[in-house]
């Protein structure tokens, strides 16, 4: 028997909120606890430019370099290059423009079934394995899996995440940290600069079919309507945080998959960090900000 109109679209206008309601109570029932770190017994360990295995660095050392950058890649065998090539070009004039800034990129493999391993030991041979590393991983964690074991061997004081697809001009580094300097005072020194591409929207969608860009809008808007209003681009991968804020934000990481980007711009700008809210779940103690500025 067929619905009357009115009723039929009060049941589909219903369907939103019904999704809506079950999104809220999954996110309830997972968030309750913090879920447990592995590291497998291989990622506990690099490739030297020489071959030879060494033991990685953690993050709760005191931090030995300037900046760490962390590029998560999948068969990234074809467009890691570019992005490499052009970051390292950056880094290293920079380098001897100002002989006290030190680097450290590393490459996580995570998982690619084609050549990207090979791809970045070329530069680690290149350029030392003290400027360039390369951590594979078991298997594939997603890319939030992927940055959070980079940042858990980085040494910088200030940590960079970068894609692989080389999406971002790495000298608009110099406009996140001019952002991150901004925020200074930095409470528990933790604060986020966050990247943006919206000024490139319209080119983009220009490129785009009509279906993406009505998946993409629609997206945008679960992300404002759900997690963060303050930040036009959220899935920007290029974010500078404090190796506090870093080491923070990632031991509270809830989920490795594809919205890492959405998660980690909620922490930094809700009215609380996020980090610290799942925190002190357990704690039971305050959540304090970590400011975060939009370039």
């Given at each position: 028997?067929?619905?009357?109109?009115?009723?039929?679209?009060?049941?589909?206008?219903?369907?939103?909120?019904?999704?809506?309601?079950?999104?809220?109570?999954?996110?309830?029932?997972?968030?309750?606890?913090?879920?447990?770190?592995?590291?497998?017994?291989?990622?506990?360990?690099?490739?030297?430019?020489?071959?030879?295995?060494?033991?990685?660095?953690?993050?709760?050392?005191?931090?030995?370099?300037?900046l760490s950058v962390v590029v998560p890649?999948?068969?990234?065998?074809?467009?890691?290059?570019?992005?490499?090539?052009?970051?390292?070009?950056?880094?290293?004039?920079?380098?001897?423009?100002?002989?006290?800034?030190?680097?450290?990129?590393?490459?996580?493999?995570?998982?690619?079934?084609?050549?990207?391993?090979?791809?970045?030991?070329?530069?680690?041979?290149?350029?030392?394995?003290?400027?360039?590393?390369?951590?594979?991983?078991?298997?594939?964690?997603?890319?939030?899996?992927?940055?959070?074991?980079?940042?858990?061997?980085?040494?910088?004081?200030?940590?960079?995440?970068?894609?692989?697809?080389?999406?971002?001009?790495?000298?608009?580094?110099?406009?996140?940290?001019?952002?991150?300097?901004?925020?200074?005072?930095?409470?528990?020194?933790?604060?986020?600069?966050?990247?943006?591409?919206?000024?490139?929207?319209?080119?983009?969608?220009?490129?785009?079919?009509?279906?993406r860009t009505l998946l993409m809008y629609?997206?945008?808007?679960?992300?404002?309507?759900?997690?963060?209003?303050?930040?036009?681009?959220?899935?920007?991968?290029?974010?500078?945080?404090?190796?506090?804020?870093?080491?923070?934000?990632?031991?509270?990481?809830?989920?490795?998959?594809?919205?890492?980007?959405?998660?980690?711009?909620?922490?930094?700008?809700?009215?609380?960090?996020?980090?610290?809210?799942?925190?002190?779940?357990?704690?039971?103690?305050?959540?304090?900000?970590?400011?975060?500025?939009?370039?």
């Open positions: 028997m067929a619905l009357p109109l009115p009723a039929a679209a009060a049941a589909l206008a219903a369907l939103p909120v019904l999704l809506f309601g079950l999104i809220c109570m999954i996110a309830h029932v997972t968030a309750r606890k913090i879920p447990a770190f592995h590291r497998y017994e291989e990622e506990k360990f690099f490739l030297n430019a020489e071959g030879r295995k060494e033991s990685v660095p953690s993050i709760d050392d005191p931090a030995t370099k300037e890649s999948y068969n990234e065998e074809d467009r890691l290059p570019l992005m490499m090539d052009e970051a390292l070009d950056y880094l290293e004039k920079r380098q001897k423009q100002d002989p006290s800034f030190t680097y450290e990129v590393i490459v996580v493999n995570d998982g690619s079934k084609d050549q990207t391993t090979k791809v970045a030991m070329k530069y680690c041979e290149k350029y030392g394995s003290d400027k360039v590393r390369v951590l594979s991983l078991v298997k594939n964690r997603g890319k939030g899996g992927a940055v959070r074991m980079g940042v858990f061997i980085s040494r910088g004081k200030k940590i960079l995440m970068a894609d692989a697809d080389g999406a971002t001009k790495f000298a608009d580094i110099e406009k996140v940290e001019e952002g991150l300097e901004n925020l200074q005072p930095w409470p528990n020194q933790m604060a986020i600069s966050c990247g943006s591409r919206a000024h490139l929207e319209k080119d983009s969608i220009a490129k785009r079919s009509y279906f629609g997206f945008h808007f679960l992300v404002w309507f759900l997690c963060v209003k303050e930040i036009r681009d959220t899935q920007c991968g290029f974010k500078l945080l404090t190796r506090k804020a870093a080491s923070e934000t990632f031991s509270a990481l809830h989920i490795e998959r594809c919205r890492l980007i959405t998660y980690l711009s909620k922490g930094a700008l809700g009215t609380e960090s996020l980090s610290w809210k799942l925190n002190s779940l357990h704690s039971g103690q305050p959540a304090p900000n970590i400011p975060a500025f939009k370039s």
